[in-house]
């Protein structure tokens, strides 16, 4: 795909991501008899896309943006006290009891899916296969060279999936884990590091106005990691000088030069038959969205 890009369709990945389960009440049925919260249990399931060796810390969520590990400690040891993780050799991996539950959510889910009907049925078939040739196509591509997330998709797509919405969900979520290592390699690019970039992105999108006002935030870096990051943006120009947080005319230059080569290593590799329609499948996205509200 050549510029200009569909910048309207990245932020209806997340948003599909977010609303694809919303009216299922399987998880938290599940949560309720293990004796879990959200945080424990979707711990344990985000384990079903890793190295099946196990996972180290550094593997868990977008761990390029931490400073400190202690947000995914309580969920996991809360997860391990249920049988359903363990801790060995510096990974976590999944129990026999951990698999099981795995494998019925993911049952529930496809049964869930199956009865699923958010736009006309053949406009649903065309847009998950449109995003499915997307991603085949981003998966194989020279870059980003960055490529701690896109293995996540494969693991994600347990077998083939049997219906067009289990199709579109597979499809988005490898998109998504492909997307995350884009914007690494755009902030890499940079010479940025990730957690000086969550800073950088979180005062570009005006979500703090003050050192401590965005420490209290950032749940994955420490206070000092974070007032250590605002000065040396502030020493490198990227931010203003001044007490307040803000970017300088630099900062938000740069800021806007990692979101366009996002973007460019995002959509490049798509293939012309689904650029050709861009259009439409974002116009459709948009629709199983409003839809699953």
């Not at 009865?115 to 296969?129: C, N, Q, T, V």
């Amino acid at each position: 795909m050549r510029a200009p890009y569909p910048l309207a369709l990245p932020p209806l990945l997340p948003q599909f991501l977010q609303r694809r389960r919303a009216k299922s009440d399987y998880p938290l049925r599940a949560m309720e008899r293990l004796g879990l919260d959200r945080p424990a249990y979707f711990s344990t399931i985000d384990l079903g896309t890793q190295d099946p060796r196990g996972a180290r810390p550094a593997d868990i969520q977008n761990s390029a943006y931490r400073t400190t590990d202690d947000p995914l400690r309580a969920p996991l040891a809360a997860a391990e006290s249920v049988g359903l993780v363990r801790w060995a050799d510096g990974r976590w991996s999944l129990t026999d009891r951990g698999k099981v539950v795995l494998d019925e959510l993911r049952r529930a889910m496809e049964a869930y899916f199956g009865g699923l009907s958010p736009i006309d049925a053949d406009e649903l078939e065309r847009l998950a296969r449109l995003l499915d040739d997307a991603l085949a196509a981003c998966v194989v591509a020279a870059e980003p060279k960055t490529r701690a997330h896109t293995p996540r998709a494969a693991r994600y797509r347990w077998r083939e999936p049997s219906s067009a919405f289990a199709r579109l969900d597979a499809a988005i979520y490898g998109l998504w884990q492909v997307r995350d290592d884009c914007h690494v390699q755009a902030w890499s690019d940079a010479g940025l590091t990730g957690p000086t970039v969550d800073v950088l992105t979180r005062v570009w999108r005006g979500e703090a106005r003050s050192d401590d006002e965005l420490a209290g935030k950032i749940a994955t870096q420490g206070p000092s990691d974070v007032r250590a990051a605002t000065q040396r943006l502030r020493v490198d120009g990227l931010f203003t000088s001044g007490p307040g947080l803000a970017l300088s005319p630099t900062g938000t230059a740069v800021r806007e030069r990692i979101e366009a080569e996002t973007d460019r290593y995002f959509f490049a590799p798509w293939p012309d038959p689904v650029a050709a329609q861009a259009e439409w499948v974002t116009e459709r996205l948009a629709a199983v969205n409003a839809a699953l509200l």
